[in-house]
């Protein structure tokens, strides 16, 4: 699971990153138990430990923005994930 530790804690870098492929963000949570869904455009519906969160994936770029990153930082802290789940 080497891949998934680098993209959490490049998710959880100081200052804050935008160089994160959502690719690997999205392998990240299903590795970690989460349930994807397809929303409208490009809207990513997902729950993980009972906490539930929208996401747009970026585009026409692969990488995410550092609103983003924050974002997904705050859902892994409120769904309860730490580095020893990785």
Same mark, same amino acid.
């Given at each position: 699971? &080497?891949?998934?530790?680098?993209?959490?804690?490049?998710?959880?870098?100081?200052?804050?990153?935008?160089?994160?492929?959502?690719? /690997?963000?999205?392998?990240?949570?299903? @590795?970690?138990?989460?349930?994807?869904?397809?929303?409208?455009?490009?809207?990513?519906?997902?729950?993980?430990?009972?906490?539930?969160?929208?996401?747009?994936?970026?585009?026409?770029?692969?990488?995410? /923005?550092?609103?983003?990153?924050?974002?997904?930082?705050?859902?892994?802290?409120? @769904? &309860?994930?730490?580095?020893? /789940?990785?």
């Amino acid at each position: 699971m &080497g891949a998934h530790k680098r993209t959490y804690e490049a998710i959880f870098r100081d200052p804050v990153v935008s160089n994160i492929s959502w690719n /690997d963000i999205e392998a990240l949570l299903l @590795a970690l138990g989460a349930e994807l869904r397809e929303g409208r455009g490009s809207r990513v519906r997902i729950v993980l430990n009972g906490v539930r969160a929208v996401f747009h994936r970026p585009h026409p770029e692969k990488e995410t /923005d550092r609103g983003a990153v924050r974002s997904m930082r705050r859902f892994l802290q409120e @769904a &309860g994930v730490s580095h020893d /789940d990785i």
